[in-house]
């Protein structure tokens, strides 16, 4: 089986505000799968709040999923920030769907 893979995506800033957008396309085992991805950030001074949306389809409704998470990263000091994320999947086929929260302490150096 050959697959055929396709990849485009774009990202912006404006100011304090980052934009991104991208689609993803394979037909692994002869099955039109696709995804679209979207972020979006937002930076004030030391914090940065953000928001992801990816939503991914296969060509059977049964099996799409959808995935959002917001978050906000806090620059404590420099190489040192900490993050708070919430994410939650939609599984459309019957799986259960899951919420996650997500603590991070990150350090750079």
Do not use: W
């Amino acid at each position: 089986h050959v697959v055929t893979t396709t990849h485009a995506g774009v990202a912006a800033s404006f100011g304090d505000i980052g934009v991104s957008l991208a689609q993803n396309t394979d037909d692994t085992a002869n099955v039109d799968n696709k995804a679209v991805l979207m972020g979006l950030t937002y930076t004030m001074g030391d914090i940065t709040l953000g928001y992801e949306s990816e939503s991914m389809e296969n060509g059977t409704a049964a099996q799409d999923e959808k995935h959002t998470a917001v978050g906000a990263s806090y620059a404590i000091a420099p190489g040192l920030s900490a993050s708070l994320t919430m994410a939650e999947t939609d599984a459309r086929d019957g799986d259960d769907d899951t919420a996650t929260t997500s603590v991070g302490l990150h350090v750079a150096f």
